[in-house]
T-cell receptor, first 116, second 116 residues
Framework: DVKVTQSSRYLVKRTGEKVFLECVQDMDHENMFWYRQDPGLGLRLIYFSYDVKMKEKGDIPEGYSVSREKKERFSLILESASTNQTSMYLC???????????????FGPGTRLTVL | AQKVTQAQTEISVVEKEDVTLDCVYETRDTTYYLFWYKQPPSGELVFLIRRNSFDEQNEISGRYSWNFQKSTSSFNFTITASQVVDSAVYFCALSEATGSNYKLTFGKGTLLTVNP
């Protein structure tokens, strides 16, 4: 079974802090994604990566950056956390397009981040 | 731009009732994939089904069934004889090709509450 893990289920940070959210997958997937989920807005894509050291902006990249130094790990960075970044953050991974089932994303348990 | 609409924000039923969750999509792609995910209160999105645009056969898996109708751009999900454990937020999603890969566009989700 695909397993995607996230470093924390709950996190509380202060405004201005630098925040790291870590995601690890154990299925050798090339693709990894970061979303945030807010009530009434559904899931919105922040950043994604199709390979090590590669990244692409999603729909709402402002205020975030990412790092992918190893295939299995994809980090989301909040350079200077703000209260409007309080949200549920979800990581996902998938095989590349062209491989059977390649566009199916598998999700981690989520990190609920509160910025005070 | 692709769009997924889940018009039902919340649905409440009594156990053993059948319930249908609606999903309508918009895309200009001729090849695309549709998905349903379940998000129980624990927060993790669980993959339920993936369907490609060339396969309009209905799918049944236990109490779950899916009706894909290309003519109306709909991919509806029915739970037969609902149970309390079916209470969750359900998301419909559409894959979108971007360059040599893809990303998912999600609907805003439908909160299903099954009361005993």
């Amino acid at each position: 079974d695909v397993k995607v893990t996230q470093s924390s289920r709950y996190l509380v940070k202060r405004t201005g802090e630098k925040v790291f959210l870590e995601c690890v997958q154990d299925m050798d997937h090339e693709n990894m994604f970061w979303y945030r989920q807010d009530p009434g807005l559904g899931l919105r894509l922040i950043y994604f990566s199709y390979d090590v050291k590669m990244k692409e902006k999603g729909d709402i990249p402002e205020g975030y950056s990412v790092s992918r130094e190893k295939k299995e790990r994809f980090s989301l960075i909040l350079e200077s956390a703000s209260t409007n970044q309080t949200s549920m953050y979800l990581c996902a991974s998938s095989s590349p397009l062209g491989r059977e089932g390649g566009d199916t994303q598998y999700f981690g348990p989520g990190t609920r981040l509160t910025v005070l | 731009a692709q769009k997924v609409t889940q018009a039902q924000t919340e649905i409440s039923v009594v156990e053993k009732e059948d319930v249908t969750l609606d999903c309508v999509y918009e895309t200009r792609d001729t090849t695309y994939y549709l998905f349903w995910y379940k998000q129980p209160p624990s927060g993790e999105l669980v993959f339920l089904i993936r369907r490609n645009s060339f396969d309009e056969q209905n799918e049944i898996s236990g109490r779950y069934s899916w009706n894909f109708q290309k003519s109306t751009s709909s991919f509806n999900f029915t739970i037969t004889a609902s149970q309390v454990v079916d209470s969750a937020v359900y998301f419909c999603a559409l894959s979108e090709a971007t360059g040599s890969n893809y990303k998912l566009t999600f609907g805003k989700g439908t909160l299903l509450t099954v009361n005993p």
